[in-house]
């Protein structure tokens, strides 16, 4: 799948090596991301084109869409959730944990009740909610 949906295809284990590398000078504390560098390796040598590159989202027809984001997401930058909301502003909501983890759904009272909410009912939370972190992240 993440070989499909990236444009970030190097042609063989050299070129592989080569960004490894300077990754690790550019950000020599931050040691890379092993799931990262495992989904890249996957594709070095793909020869296909990639069927599902990023592109900037238009969502026209949908319900109300409910999206949660951890402020510290050991994973996924909580920028690329705003960033994803504010392409999408008209048919999204999105309601920060303002905790850590890469997981929201359980984390507190807070964001379990909004997604039961949403889909059982299919309301979503009003603009601006947040969830507050829980006294155990």
Same mark, same amino acid.
């Given at each position: 799948?993440? +070989? @499909? =949906?990236?444009?970030?295809?190097?042609?063989?284990?050299?070129?592989?090596?080569?960004?490894?590398?300077?990754?690790?000078?550019?950000?020599?504390?931050?040691?890379? #991301?092993?799931?990262?560098?495992?989904?890249?390796?996957?594709?070095?040598?793909?020869?296909?084109?990639?069927?599902?590159?990023?592109?900037?989202? &238009?969502? !026209?027809?949908?319900?109300?869409?409910?999206?949660?984001?951890?402020?510290?997401?050991?994973?996924?930058?909580?920028?690329?959730? !705003?960033?994803?909301? &504010? @392409?999408?502003?008209?048919? !999204?909501?999105?309601?920060?944990?303002?905790?850590?983890?890469? #997981?929201?759904?359980?984390?507190? =009272?807070c964001t379990r009740d909004a997604v039961d909410d949403y889909l059982t009912e299919?309301?979503?939370? #009003?603009?601006?909610? &947040? +969830?507050?972190?829980?006294?155990?992240?």
């Amino acid at each position: 799948m993440f +070989c @499909q =949906d990236w444009r970030f295809r190097p042609k063989d284990y050299r070129e592989f090596a080569r960004l490894t590398e300077a990754e690790l000078r550019a950000a020599p504390h931050m040691r890379g #991301s092993p799931r990262v560098h495992a989904a890249v390796a996957g594709c070095v040598g793909w020869p296909n084109e990639v069927n599902n590159p990023q592109h900037g989202l &238009r969502i !026209t027809e949908a319900p109300k869409i409910l999206m949660l984001h951890s402020l510290h997401d050991p994973a996924n930058h909580y920028a690329w959730a !705003t960033n994803v909301h &504010r @392409q999408t502003r008209k048919t !999204t909501v999105l309601l920060p944990y303002e905790g850590a983890g890469h #997981s929201v759904y359980g984390r507190s =009272d807070c964001t379990r009740d909004a997604v039961d909410d949403y889909l059982t009912e299919l309301k979503a939370p #009003s603009a601006g909610s &947040r +969830c507050t972190p829980a006294a155990k992240n």
